[in-house]
């Protein structure tokens, strides 16, 4: 069964960080392009990121440039985003997603083979 579990989400205080984990079950996802989004409540998903599988480069949305970061364990089969200088805007359901043997071209992921359940950052004082 192919899927991808999240871990990783919380509480943090404005300023802070926290990382979210994206690990694979049933592939090997060092063959897969990794897209990051997150979901505001009674929004549509703002796409985050996008890691292609081709050359590991990522893009990232204006939103999060500078602030967050990818990156990937493949001995774990574990993808990551760390988040820093969180901001009370940054609230929302975070996802992680995965298609198979693409190069991003900006920051979306459109077409997706596997996806988390979602994480919830809460980012408040």
């Known amino acids: 069964q192919v899927q991808l579990v999240e871990s990783g989400g919380g509480l943090v205080q404005p300023g802070g960080s926290l990382r979210l984990s994206c690990a694979a079950s049933?592939?090997?996802?060092?063959?897969?392009?990794i897209g990051w989004y997150r979901q505001f409540p009674g929004k549509e998903r703002e796409g985050l990121s996008c890691?292609?599988?081709?050359?590991?480069?990522?893009y990232y949305t204006n939103s999060v440039k500078g602030r967050f970061t990818v990156s990937r364990d493949n001995a774990k089969n574990t993808v990551y985003l760390q988040m820093s200088s969180l901001k009370p805007e940054d609230t929302a359901v975070y996802y992680c997603?995965?298609?198979?043997?693409?190069?991003?071209?900006?920051?979306?992921?459109?077409?997706?083979?596997?996806w988390g359940q979602g994480n919830q950052v809460t980012v408040s004082s």
């Open positions: 997603e995965a298609e198979r043997d693409y190069t991003c071209v900006d920051y979306m992921l459109l077409a997706f083979d596997a």
């Open positions: 890691t292609s599988s081709t050359d590991g480069k990522t």
């Open positions: 049933g592939f090997t996802l060092e063959d897969y392009a």
